[in-house]
């Protein structure tokens, strides 16, 4: 579901929002594209391809900064790599655009209790 970035109304498939009148066909081009290269970046996560994944999902995030799919996965995949600095920037972003119902929330308390994790 597509929320209206003026007025957080629920979006139609009309190209502006029925509630506060909003032009919002391109917003809609706008995330239809970064949860194109999500897709491609989850893809790319799930044959290995880290490198490939990493470039996909800053795409992503260079679209739509509150994609928190996207922002997630380039968390887990940077802890992959063993940039746990950078994972966890990404994870504390993206509790900051969704604090609710965010499973960043359990990544950041499991790496701040295990703090051997940091080190390694």
């Known amino acids: 579901m597509l929320y209206c970035y003026h007025c957080g109304v629920a979006l139609s498939n009309k190209p502006y929002c ?7 066909g391109r917003y809609k081009k706008i995330l239809y594209m970064s949860n194109q290269y999500y897709n491609r970046g989850l893809e790319k996560a799930q044959i290995r391809d880290l490198t490939g994944s990493v470039e996909d999902l800053r795409q992503s995030l260079k679209l739509y900064k509150r994609n928190t799919q996207a922002r997630n996965l380039l968390g887990l995949v940077y802890f992959e790599m063993g940039e746990t600095v950078k994972a966890m920037a990404e994870w504390v972003l993206s509790e900051h655009f969704q604090p609710d119902k965010n499973v960043a929330s359990d990544y950041v308390k499991l790496l701040s209790a295990n703090v051997g994790l940091l080190d390694n």
């Open 18 to 24: 029925t509630s506060c009148g909003a032009e919002v």
